[in-house]
């Protein structure tokens, strides 16, 4: 896969409001218990690409609204995913030693310490996502995890198992399409935007949650954990669920490639700028990272 960077560029501008946002929103590490909060911090401003969020953001631009309204829901939703990156890279989970190119939580803070952190991070997210007085946001971003935890449980369980393409789609939909999806809502929500463009963004994160996916499960096969950040081969090493293990390579690519096709068909009705969700929707199916 080739990184098409045109467009992508604009994005680092979005994710450092967002990192120094977070900044602000969790709690510093002089405040007792310091250890926790050091692991929260670690685990949220860990380098990252900020998809979630930035997709949060987007579709409030998108929606003819300035970002700033959803800035904070942006933040929540990425302390959300990164609490689900602790819990998944867990010895009882993936057992995985490597994240975003750093030790994974447990490794730099040992596993109790990395399950609270998990947790506060979660609670803080429901807080912030609270403060936004946006009920129906608050409810789309509680579905996405529960819908998150189906999905991985799901996934645990069939490691090592024959599994048929059914389950197999529910379980990336769920896992990592749930929160990309709800990210695409909520922003569009938090822009007062109609109905059927809150429809529209949630149809176009489900599909680029979906393709995003595939294209993780291409990388753990083919990738360089120098560039990924991320170990290689772990999937096969697991028996787990996955499209290049069920259907190829090649016929994996194909479905992230139509997939993506699919999210971008969905922007033609937003009366805002889109540019960065063409390239994200782009970005998705040809990254390196």
């Given at each position: 896969m080739t990184v098409v960077y045109a467009g992508v560029e604009k994005w680092r501008k979005i994710s450092d409001r967002i990192d120094a946002r977070m900044s602000e929103l969790l709690p510093p590490e002089s405040e007792v218990p310091g250890a926790l909060h050091a692991a929260m911090r670690y685990a949220a401003l860990s380098p990252g690409k900020r998809v979630r969020p930035m997709l949060c953001l987007a579709f409030a631009t998108a929606c003819g609204a300035d970002d700033k309204v959803a800035l904070d829901a942006a933040c929540a939703i990425e302390m959300v995913h990164a609490f689900s990156l602790i819990h998944d890279d867990l010895p009882a989970i993936d057992n995985d030693d490597l994240r975003r190119g750093r030790p994974t939580c447990h490794k730099q803070f040992t596993e109790a310490i990395a399950i609270l952190a998990g947790d506060a991070l979660f609670a803080l997210s429901g807080e912030i996502m609270l403060s936004t007085g946006n009920v129906e946001a608050c409810k789309i971003l509680a579905a996405a995890v529960r819908r998150l935890v189906q999905g991985e449980m799901l996934d645990v369980l069939s490691e090592g198992q024959e599994i048929n393409?059914?389950?197999?789609?529910?379980?990336?939909?769920?896992?990592?399409?749930?929160?990309?999806?709800?990210?695409?809502?909520i922003?569009?929500?938090?822009?007062?935007?109609?109905?059927?463009?809150?429809?529209?963004?949630?149809?176009?994160?489900?599909?680029?949650?979906?393709?995003?996916?595939?294209?993780?499960?291409?990388?753990?096969?083919?990738?360089?954990?120098?560039?990924?950040?991320?170990?290689v081969g772990s999937d096969a090493e697991r028996k787990k669920a996955t499209y290049p293990a069920l259907y190829g390579l090649a016929d994996a690519k194909a479905k992230a490639l139509e997939l993506a096709a699919e999210a971008e068909d969905c922007l033609t009705v937003f009366p805002g700028d889109v540019e960065p969700l063409r390239a994200l929707a782009r970005f998705s199916i040809e990254r390196l990272h």
């Open positions: 393409p059914e389950t197999l789609r529910f379980i990336h939909v769920n896992k990592t399409g749930a929160l990309i999806a709800a990210s695409c809502a922003g569009a929500l938090l822009a007062d935007a109609p109905p059927e463009l809150v429809a529209k963004a949630t149809e176009y994160g489900e599909a680029i949650g979906l393709a995003f996916q595939i294209a993780d499960d291409v990388l753990n096969v083919e990738g360089d954990p120098s560039q990924t950040g991320k170990s």
